[in-house]
């Protein structure tokens, strides 16, 4: 019956294309490349030394004030880049925009000139990313407003390309931050970043690490998943121990079977615990010092207890409140005191889509997410001096056994409403963890990744 249903929305709707998903690709980007930029580029250099690692085609156009400056840069890093003439050209797979030299809003033009003739020719699941810099940073009124364009122009691509399983981002690079580029490069041109569209990564200028192994970036590493028996948590351990890391799942009592279960599989260690419990933050940071210290701490464990807020009881709400935001401060804390944490260390919290937008019936919950927000981005400056970064993703709507729960038409209606016209899947979020959590990306802090296909919720 429910694929009957399916079958007759799809045929009403149109069916969503596939989205091209991670499957051990030898190396972050495969096929054509197409690159342009506009004038006074900062980022070019940064582009192609990541694309050396690439299996790519790379090209650009010709006869553009930047032609020279992309050639040279390709040049540097033993590139051969193509110039292309005329628009009957190869299906791209990613088009690379870098915008952050844009010092007034007539220089926009080039933006235009680049997408409009190819914007066509990309493939399904392709990518488009664009460069800028700062808007509040900049040197005019005028650069300001160029550069707060572009990330309504990536916006309203992404919701172009959507229906191909294309995604469009922006990256935001301040001067001096061009050698902090290279784990978002990777992350948003690589099929890690299928559900992530219409994205803003804010780079601040940091240490960098050498670019770790594409295969095995956190080898070596240590890192606390709480919630790790099942759902996106399950997701998350899985990712960080494929990705090399040690991990140490974290549950409740009732769930100790899954998670060993789980843990057993990956060659991670199990800890029960209640997050909320008194003694919690101390038993953790006692089992990490063992492990040698956290090198990733990511707070998935979370709860939902939906009711209109009138209908609210107390308990309903203050639980959410505990186990969704409290928890894992008092945990940050108790780790960050008795130096748990390793330096270098990253800090991951869970938020929602529904903590950016609101949701009826949810009040609860939704405060907590947003709490979850207004966290992070106060505590990336305080962690900084440290060496430690912490983020956020905010997941949308994830084939999840929460998710499973909904009615059948409320559900479908909840996975179509988003540029790609489907669900994501937990490994989505727990790709952009591990995003996070890579040693290249010493200069993504504060940063609250949606993880949601450009759900049109809140956006
Ligand atoms: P889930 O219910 O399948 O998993 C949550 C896990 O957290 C469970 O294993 C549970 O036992 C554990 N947990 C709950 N309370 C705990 C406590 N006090 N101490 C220790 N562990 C505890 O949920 P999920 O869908 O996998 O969600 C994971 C996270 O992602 C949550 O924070 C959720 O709010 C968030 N999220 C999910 C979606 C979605 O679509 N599924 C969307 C947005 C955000």
């Known amino acids: ?48 030394r990541n694309l050396k690692d690439a299996d790519v085609r790379l090209s650009y156009d010709g006869g553009t004030e930047v032609a020279g400056a992309i050639n040279a840069a390709a040049n540097q890093h033993g590139l051969n880049a193509e110039v292309l003439a005329g628009n009957g050209e190869p299906r791209f797979n990613a088009l690379v925009f870098d915008g952050s030299g844009l010092s007034d809003t007539t220089q926009l033009q080039a933006a235009y000139h680049f997408f409009q003739p190819r914007l066509r020719q990309l493939a399904n699941s392709g990518r488009v990313v664009i460069l800028a810099a700062p808007h509040k940073a900049a040197a005019s009124a005028e650069a300001a407003a160029a550069q707060r364009a572009l990330e309504g122009l990536s916006r309203s691509i992404g919701k172009e390309i959507g229906k191909k399983g294309a995604t469009s981002q922006l990256v935001v690079v301040p001067e001096r931050a061009e050698d902090n580029l290279d784990s978002s490069l990777q ?112 707070h998935n464990a979370g709860v939902t207890r939906d009711k209109t807020l009138a209908n609210m009881p107390e308990h309903w709400w203050q639980m959410t409140i505990d186990i969704n935001l409290t928890a894992a401060q008092r945990i940050n804390r108790a780790l960050l005191e008795s130096d748990a944490i390793n330096a270098g260390g990253r ?100 940063n609250i990744l949606r993880v949601c296909g450009q759900n049109w919720l809140g956006a």
């Open 1 to 48: 019956m429910n694929n009957l249903v399916e079958t007759m929305i799809n045929l009403g709707l149109g069916k969503p294309a596939p989205l091209k998903r991670y499957g051990g690709e030898a190396t972050f980007f495969s096929g054509n490349l197409h690159l342009g930029a506009g004038a006074g580029a900062r980022c070019l250099e940064a582009v192609c």
């Open 187 to 298: 992350f948003l041109l690589s099929p890690k970043s299928a559900y992530v569209n219409a994205q803003v990564i804010r780079l601040r200028p940091a240490a960098t690490a050498s670019s770790p192994d594409w295969k095995q970036p956190l080898a070596g590493k240590v890192a606390l998943v709480t919630g790790a028996s099942r759902g996106i948590g399950e997701s998350i351990a899985r990712t960080l121990a494929r990705d090399g890391a040690k991990v140490l799942g974290l549950d409740v009592e009732p769930a100790a079977a899954d998670l060993q279960r789980v843990m057993a599989e990956i060659g991670g260690d199990s800890l029960t615990a209640d997050i909320t419990a008194e003694d919690a933050p101390a038993a953790i940071a006692e089992r990490l010092k063992s492990l040698g210290g956290a090198d990733i701490v990511v």
């Open 347 to 446: 800090i991951v919290g869970v938020s929602s889509m529904n903590g950016i937008a609101g949701q009826r019936g949810q009040a609860n919950y939704a405060a907590s997410k947003a709490g979850v927000i207004g966290y992070v981005e106060y505590m990336a400056d305080e962690l900084a001096a440290r060496d430690i970064t912490i983020n956020a993703v905010a997941p949308g709507f994830i084939e999840t056994q929460m998710t499973a729960a909904i009615p059948l038409m409320t559900r479908e209606v909840g996975r179509r409403l988003n540029s790609l016209s489907q669900g994501g899947q937990p490994v989505d979020v727990a790709e952009a963890i591990a995003f996070f959590a890579s040693p290249a990306s010493s200069g993504v802090s504060g």
